[in-house]
């Protein structure tokens, strides 16, 4: 078998190459890595919106959900389909299984496509063709606004014009994927039509709207061939502007004709009420987004996109301001630097700790295999298209101390080796032939605790997934940087005399040594006492585990927040306008805010993987605040809670901050499904009842809102039939009274242009004026009222909620701002009093909320967990081919609990998904002390020694690498302390790594010697 150690020893060439290689290989890819802020991860949902123009929200659930949802559950790749019918419009929301792979995605929303279409001939007269929307996973990190500078100076479609020139320019900028424009404003041409100008000159308003529909249609007008020429017929007739719709001759029943302009009133305006209102900074805009191509360095295509936009002063003229929501570029700039900082602050105090602990050689040659290692990493990375962004650049500093544990031991052993009298190649021979396999084992079964992490087939094991791989590289580096180029350094800055000691002379007689020898041997004595203290400390470490206080995933340090504003049902457009513009008023005189941008029924475009914007509705606002430092934040929410409740007390307002992961709609969720949606709002009410007993529960609602009133005409089909009305002449003349009818198009440019039909304002939207609708039937107008039956108020769900196919409802609250209670904490109070609820047969409870988002994460990954478990304990057993030593490390691993728990409620910092990440990990790394630990027994007892004795001896020497492996772990996590995101991870590592050092030092020989059976022989 090749010699390792000798041959990079001796062929000193072959292994500065491999250093050069590691090193300026390292460099160069470190600068072609790409820059993100988050990982890439793809959201495995689709919806699909189906208009049904006058249907109620149950004949919407009954023609239409129920067709789409049947024909989705279908799809062998659905989990979840949920479902809002409501006045006019179904939207269905497919989520896929988390196994799914995101590769095939696209054509998974192909075959959703194919059977909406293939369903679209099922659907009842009226319903529009379904739109389905799969483009939730675009991300458009920079989001601009573009306001006017003064008011009234630019009109939205001046406006309009300007960003959309702006974004074909930044389209063609290399690295950009996408241009999203939002907040723009459709424009009509109004045809206001007086009743009495109808009615004097008998003029049906049908007459003119087909008049209309007919002028401006496209149609093909064939070719003709004139002599060896085959020409195409293209006639001309389209409207070329707005005044030439005036020119129209409009037919009375009496063979009359007239200009339609002198009878009705021609304009151009914006629709109202508009689809979607932005403002920013209190002024009108419009929202540009830009998405970046994948794996491509989001901070160089920031500063292009900076360049192209200072370039585009011809395009953009004074008087037009714009600045940005959010660049991400900036954010990951800052992002990436300060974790590039915390990993440069985690490899000094690594070194720190070596100088300190194994002197100055010794300290500065697992430094610089440390930075070999490291860069070694960056080219695999590179390799593998592996982006730096928060999880992989957690992952580098979560190795960090492990990354040296393999040197530390080649380099111990050599040392150790040379005060004994080998030479430095002897020592370096010895070492690498003994442990090279045992660490490669270990090495492998501390990548292992963390494969749930990577191999977990959920989103989010494909968000966190970067962890493991980072994990897998370094390590992998590690032992092989270990066992090859490590030699060769001890070699180059070691002497062969210096280290020589005489025989007399014990190399772990230092008073650290001598103390651990004394605690070892009471240990070893006193083994039942030993092991009666670690169980009865991991019993009340289980018991304080229930104080643990537990969470998903914390808030982002990013200082912007949002403000969600739902007032009553039936609020109109502009009302809700005016009072969220009244609210950003208060917000932009505040010292502490930087900014604040407003969107009314709808929100921004996605510029963080994390945005959730708020649903689209009359009633509904979304204010998207950044303050100048995030500390100020707690302070600004709880001021909007006091401004609302002192001058919008009607409002319902949810303040959530920028979170790390996609939240949920509430923080505590309850959903009962039934078919009967009267039983359900009384079973929500009794969960509200609960909710409101809480003092530290806040934002009490549900999701199918309280109804709302619609005011009914009554047609009489008789009557109707006796003057020749259909009910069809009755909905239309409502329609034409309401809103306007669509009659046709007009065409400016690229735009088409709806042609609304209404009548005069002072006639039309006025409940006053219903009563004086003119109907035209046989040649005469006639009231409305002569085929109505009276008007009835009636009330009807606003919303009907499906989840699964079944009518459900959901109840929501979150902790109250002052809450001294987490939402865990809160939902634990709760919870039995929900449980105890008595259900009607045919209905069911679930709870959701982040206990349903923490418990399917933690479950999908925990599934992983026994075959892994399964694979560490394989290579134990194979490592040392017995049962009793592999028991005597895995015993230990439970046990580490104990430092988990101390840590955790020490710090008061909450268990979240990644502390249990970490939980997973710590896991690996106690194994992979036991089995370096249990690998010198086997060296002891090759040399004669009985049991005891030998692992005596193979604790106190393995007492200095496994301390150093630990101390270098733990102070490598210092700087993730005060990262939000890993913090519990940190803590959970830190603390259990540390105590499970004791575990290995003091439980592994107390349980090694208990399963020998071995007597005492010191």
């Known amino acids: 078998m090749v010699d390792v150690a000798k041959y990079f020893i001796e062929k000193k060439v072959t292994s500065w190459m491999v250093t050069a290689i590691l090193l300026v290989g390292g460099v160069m890819a470190f600068f072609n890595l790409g820059q993100l802020e988050d990982p890439e991860f793809s959201i495995k949902q689709v919806n699909i919106f189906t208009s049904y123009p006058g249907a109620t929200p149950e004949q919407v659930e009954d023609e239409v959900t129920y067709l789409l949802e049947a024909e989705m559950q279908n799809m062998p790749y659905v989990d979840e389909i949920t479902s809002t019918s409501s006045a006019g419009l179904s939207e269905v929301n497919v989520l896929l299984k988390d196994t799914v792979p995101g590769e095939i995605l696209n054509q998974v929303w192909d ?484 900014f604040v941008a407003s969107t009314i029924n709808g929100g921004l475009p996605r510029y963080v993987l994390t945005y959730s914007a708020i649903e689209s509705d009359t009633n509904s606002a979304q204010l998207v605040v950044r303050a100048f430092e995030s500390e100020d934040i707690p302070d600004l929410l709880a001021d909007i809670e006091s401004y609302l409740a002192e001058n919008q007390p009607e409002v319902f307002v949810k303040l959530r901050r920028m979170a790390l992961a996609p939240p949920t709609a509430a923080d505590i969720e309850v959903r009962f499904q039934g078919e009967d949606a009267q039983v359900l709002r009384e079973l929500a009410e009794q969960v509200k009842t609960i909710y409101r007993a809480n003092d530290n529960l806040d934002k009490i609602r549900d999701d199918w809102r309280q109804p709302v009133k619609v005011l009914q005409p009554i047609f009489d089909v008789e009557k109707g039939a006796e003057l020749g009305i259909s009910k069809n002449d009755f909905e239309t003349a409502l329609l034409t009274f309401s809103e306007g009818q669509t009659v046709g198009v007009y065409r400016d440019g690229t735009d088409l242009l709806p042609i609304k039909l209404m009548l005069s304002e002072e006639e039309s939207g006025s409940v006053d004026q219903l009563a004086n609708i003119q109907l035209y039937s046989n040649g005469r107008y006639i009231s409305i009222t002569e085929v109505t039956n009276g008007f009835n108020v009636v009330w009807e769900n606003p919303n009907i909620e499906h989840k699964d196919r079944e009518r459900t409802i959901t109840v929501l609250a979150d902790p109250a701002l002052d809450s001294p209670f987490i939402a865990d904490q809160l939902f634990q109070q709760v919870r039995a009093d929900i449980e105890a609820i008595e259900l009607p047969n045919g209905y069911s409870m679930a709870f959701g909320g982040e206990y349903e988002a923490s418990s399917e994460a933690r479950t999908n990954m925990a599934k992983l967990v026994p075959m892994g478990f399964l694979f560490m304990v394989i290579i134990t057993i194979l490592l040392f081919n017995s049962f009793l030593e592999t028991a005597a490390v895995w015993i230990c691993v439970p046990l580490s609990l104990i430092g988990i728990v101390t840590g955790l409620l020490l710090l008061d910092i909450p268990f979240g998904f990644m502390g249990f990440i970490g939980q997973l990990s710590l896991t690996g790394m106690v194994v992979k002390n036991g089995i370096v630990l249990i690998d010198q027994v086997n060296v002891e007892l090759a040399s004669g020694k009985d049991h005891y004795r030998a692992m005596y001896d193979a604790a106190v020497s393995r007492l200095r690498p496994v301390m150093m492996a630990a101390i270098t772990t733990i102070l490598g996590l210092v700087p993730l302390l005060g990262d939000p995101f890993f913090q519990d991870m940190a803590v959970v590592i830190s603390f259990g790594l540390g105590f499970a050092t004791l575990l290995t030092l003091i439980a592994v020989p107390v349980l090694y010697i208990t399963f020998h059976r071995a007597k005492r022989t010191i």
């Open 111 to 594: 075959e959703v496509r194919k059977k909406v279409g293939d369903l679209e001939p099922y659907f009842p007269p009226g319903v529009g063709s379904p739109i389905v929307v799969d483009d939730f996973s675009d991300v458009y990190g920079i989001l601009y606004a573009f306001v006017a500078s003064e008011e009234n100076t630019f009109s939205y479609a001046e406006l309009d014009s300007i960003v959309t020139e702006v974004s074909q320019r930044l389209a063609l900028v290399d690295g950009v994927s996408k241009v999203v424009i939002a907040g723009d404003q459709t424009e009509e041409i109004r045809i206001e039509v007086p009743t009495k100008n109808l009615a004097s000159m008998g003029i049906p308003i049908e007459a003119i709207a087909s008049v209309l529909s007919e002028q401006n249609v496209v149609n093909s007008s064939g070719y003709i061939t004139i002599g060896e020429e085959y020409l195409r017929l293209s006639p001309s007739g389209e409207f070329e502007s707005v005044e030439e719709l005036g020119l129209l001759n409009i037919t009375s029943a009496s063979g009359k004709t007239v200009k339609l302009r002198d009878i009705a009133t021609i304009s151009r305006a914006y629709t109202e009420p508009s689809s979607h209102i932005i403002q920013f900074q209190g002024k009108p805009a419009i929202t540009l987004g830009v998405s970046f191509l994948s794996g491509v360095n989001v901070v160089e295509v920031g500063d292009q996109v900076r360049a192209e936009m200072a370039q585009l002063a011809d395009v953009i003229p004074l008087g037009v301001d714009y600045q940005p929501i959010y660049f991400q570029g900036d954010e990951v700039d800052k992002a990436v630097n300060g974790f590039l900082f915390s990993l440069l602050q985690a490899v000094v105090i690594v070194v720190l700790v070596l100088l300190v602990f194994m002197g100055l050689r010794s300290g500065f040659l697992i430094g610089l295999v440390l930075t070999v290692t490291i860069f070694g990493t960056f080219i695999v990375m590179d390799i593998a298209n592996i982006a730096l962004q928060r999880i992989s650049l957690g992952g580098l500093i979560i190795a960090l101390g492990m990354l040296v544990d393999n040197a530390i031991v080649v380099v111990e052993g050599v040392l150790i080796g040379m005060q004994k009298g080998r030479t430095k190649l002897q020592a370096a021979s010895d070492v690498v032939k003994q442990t090279k396999w045992p660490l490669l084992g270990a090495t492998v079964i501390a990548v292992t605790a963390f494969a749930p992490i990577g191999l977990s087939p959920d989103s989010m094991g494909e968000f966190v997934g970067s962890l493991f791989w980072v994990l897998l590289i370094s390590l992998m580096i590690s032992w092989f940087t270990a066992v090859s180029i490590t030699p060769f350094f001890c070699d180059l800055l070691f002497k062969d005399k210096s280290f020589v000691t005489a025989d007399s002379e014990d190399p772990y007689g230092g008073v650290i040594f001598t103390l651990f020898k004394r605690l070892l041997s009471a240990a070893m004595g006193h083994r039942w006492i030993t092991i009666g203290a670690m169980v009865l400390m991991l019993f009340v470490a289980i018991i304080g585990f229930g104080s643990v206080k537990q969470a998903f995933f914390p808030a982002s340090s990013t200082p912007i927040f949002y403000v969600e504003l739902r007032y009553p049902t039936g609020h109109s457009m502009e009302s809700t306008t005016e009072k969220a513009a009244q609210l950003g008023s208060y917000l932009n005189e505040d010292q502490r805010v930087d």
